[in-house]
């Protein structure tokens, strides 16, 4: 379904730039590079639902560590963005905090966020994808969820051996235009479709960010996790790491545990 | 006295909630917030017993117990002040002393809870169920937990609240010797109320609650006892003047609505009341715009102004009823979660103002440091701000999280 969609839209504009008199970047690679991520997303899809729980570990370019907890509810939605809950544990002055989250393919997301000291839920404003999540290196654009409509002009650039694992090499281009970047360089392994590894390109177009993926796991006989995901801000020497655990795919989530009440008791 | 009555409320859920807790997956978590504030006064005070400066601690206590697959869950939520300066400030309340039952299409909530309405920031017109805990800031943004009977259903066109309220809690004042305080002192004594009931008056209020797309809605209604009082002038035992508390009946219909576009927040709150003078309306309304990243660093700018009404001007029983508020957060999304918040409230009619600035920082993984500075000016003898004019001070708060 997903792919077929896809594939009119992609085609739709095709002939629209032809028609234009110019030649749509995506489709130098044959559509490679589109294919590449549609079917990533395939091999992740029917989940349905799943929990888990993340540290986050914050480094300067001294060393200094400090640490962040949330869980983290997730909902798969078919045909939209998912909807995802996120509790913060720690620091110990933001637990109880909640952030509820309403990802679509087309548009910008919703997010409420609860604030407990005043029992207060607050519609938020979406246009801070660039910002850092939690003063860490990840972006919320980053850790949000990332279906293939959020980025446009796909295109193969190479087949690469990292570190002995067999990768396809793809560039994408942020569709948001509130995105800090210009593009991104993903490495997709070659027989699971997983992320391995993700370049980030400032506004400037210069190498800003590389975020890695160690530790997969697979759950249900079907989806990968990461255990660890590495993010190295090359220009100024920090970087976040973030350590998940307790996976659990099929927990019976609904749509009733990802609504303002819920939201409410979150904790 | 009465946060003895309403500890004899709470006792009831308490034990209905012990009673029902099963064997099986539990989750449960303590946690705790001790507080240390000084504040230092720039100008002498305006009555005797008053001081230059004063310092208080709180602690803020949560117990959490979540089972039955999350189905169930009880909150006992402590908290008490000890203040150095001002008697009356020393207090205790009990925030939140509540059970809560999730079904399928529909929520129970019973206890002692605190529960928010609104989506303005500068004063929160529609938000009536719970008292203000008016001595621990005069901000009003405390409240004190309130015995009520919470049902939510959950349906494709919204949530409706139900809430039934058998106990009413008084707003609490300053002392004599405590600053920021209005020049005839409020006598918590001798309270009156509108209705034989008093404070066991029943009071109930429901709320649809949904959102649209873009836009965020409610609809509220509240039939009962005011929590706003009229403070009237009387002659106390020792012939001096004070202020008696008066809670009058009400009925009071309320509208908020809110828009949400990329960096934009559009907002508004209206209320009309049916009092015992008669029926009066008010709204607060005005927008918060976000800039992300400001000028190329991590910063993001909150610009933020909201218009306050209230057609019985002067004699209105909030502080607000012709202002303006202008306001910008900087919030530095650093490690430290560094923040800077500063506005300005100004009388249209130039009656009175208020500026506060407002500063905080994460120290470690669990201190957090606020510096924060509140100038009244400009007031009229007859504004609300007139009381506070010599009150303008620089406070620092400590807090320790466990």
């Given amino acids: 379904m997903i792919y077929k969609r896809f594939m009119s839209t992609v085609m739709a504009s095709t002939l629209g730039s032809l028609a234009a008199g110019s030649v749509a970047v995506a489709q130098d690679d044959g559509g490679r590079g589109l294919e590449i991520a549609i079917e990533a997303e395939r091999r992740d899809s029917g989940f349905g639902d799943f929990t888990s729980e993340m540290t986050m570990v914050l480094r300067n370019r001294h060393g200094e560590e400090s640490t962040r907890e949330i869980r983290n509810r997730t909902l798969e939605v078919l045909d939209d963005g998912d909807k995802t809950l996120v509790i913060f544990d720690r620091p110990r002055d933001v637990q109880g905090t909640a952030l509820l989250s309403f990802s679509h393919r087309i548009g910008s997301d919703d997010q409420w966020l609860y604030l407990p000291a005043l029992r207060r839920v607050k519609r938020i404003a979406s246009n801070n994808k660039a910002g850092p999540f939690m003063g860490s290196e990840f972006a919320y654009e980053d850790i949000s969820s990332q279906e293939v409509e959020k980025y446009s002009d796909y295109r193969f650039v190479s087949e690469e051996d990292l570190d002995g694992t067999p990768t396809f090499v793809v560039e994408r281009v942020p569709v948001d235009e509130n995105s800090g970047y210009t593009r991104q360089l993903v490495w997709f392994d070659q027989v699971e479709y997983r992320v391995m590894k993700v370049d980030f390109y400032d506004r400037r177009n210069v190498l800003m960010k590389t975020l890695s993926y160690a530790g997969y796991q697979q759950y249900e006989g079907r989806y990968w996790r990461a255990d660890q995901m590495d993010m190295v801000n090359h220009q100024t020497g920090k970087s976040t790491t973030l350590m998940w655990r307790n996976f659990d795919f099929g927990t019976g989530l609904s749509d009733r545990d990802f609504d303002q009440n819920s939201l409410r008791r979150a904790r | ?402």
């Avoid at chain 2, 009990?94 to 019973?110: G, N, P």
């Avoid at chain 2, 039934?164 to 609490?172: C, G, I, N, Q």
């Avoid at chain 2, 009156?192 to 404070?199: C, D, F, P």
């Fill in chain 2, 1 to 402: 006295m009465s946060h003895r009555r309403s500890w004899r409320q709470g006792v009831f859920p308490l034990a209905f909630a012990l009673a029902l807790i099963p064997q099986g997956p539990v989750r449960a978590q303590l946690t705790a917030e001790v507080g240390l504030e000084s504040r230092g006064y720039f100008k002498g005070p305006l009555f005797s017993g008053q001081d230059r400066h004063d310092a208080s601690v709180s602690l803020e206590a949560e117990f959490y117990r979540e089972w039955d697959d999350r189905r169930q869950s009880i909150t006992v939520e402590p908290f008490v002040r000890l203040d150095f300066a001002d008697k009356e400030r020393t207090h205790f309340d009990l925030r939140e002393l509540s059970w809560q039952y999730v079904f399928e299409s529909w929520e129970l909530r019973v206890g002692l809870r605190k529960v928010f309405w609104g989506v303005t920031e500068s004063l929160h017109l529609v938000d009536v169920i719970n008292q203000t805990d008016l001595v621990e800031n005069v901000d009003g943004e405390d409240k004190l937990g309130q015995p009520m009977v919470n049902a939510a259903f959950i349906r494709p066109w919204g949530t409706v609240e139900l809430f039934a309220l058998p106990y009413f809690r008084e707003r609490t004042f300053q002392g004599t010797d405590g600053r920021l305080r209005q020049s005839v002192l409020v006598d918590e004594d001798d309270v009156r109320y509108q209705s034989g009931a008093e404070e066991h008056h029943f009071d109930w209020a429901v709320r649809w609650s949904h959102y649209i797309g873009s836009f965020d809605l409610a609809v509220s209604y509240f039939d009962g006892t005011n929590r706003d009082p009229r403070l009237e002038p009387v002659l106390n035992d020792r012939g001096g003047v004070a202020l008696t508390p008066f809670y009058e009946q009400m009925e009071q219909l309320g509208v908020e609505g809110q828009y949400t576009s990329g960096g934009w927040l559009l907002k508004l709150e209206g209320l009309t009341r049916d009092v015992q003078l008669g029926r009066y309306w008010a709204f607060a309304g005005g927008f918060e715009y976000t800039i992300p990243q400001v000028l190329g660093t991590n910063a993001d700018l909150g610009l933020l102004s909201e218009y306050l009404f209230d057609d019985r001007g002067d004699a209105a029983t909030t502080p607000f009823e012709g202002d303006v508020t202008f306001g910008g957060r900087l919030a530095f999304n650093d490690v430290q979660s560094s923040e800077l918040l500063a506005f300005v409230v100004a009388d249209v009619e130039g009656d009175g103002n208020l500026l506060s600035v407002e500063g905080s920082r994460r120290f470690g993984s669990d201190w957090i440091v606020t510096l924060e500075t509140r100038v009244f000016f400009g007031a009229a003898p007859e504004d609300f701000l007139y009381g506070l004019r010599q009150d303008d001070y620089v406070g620092l708060a400590l807090r320790r999280y466990f």
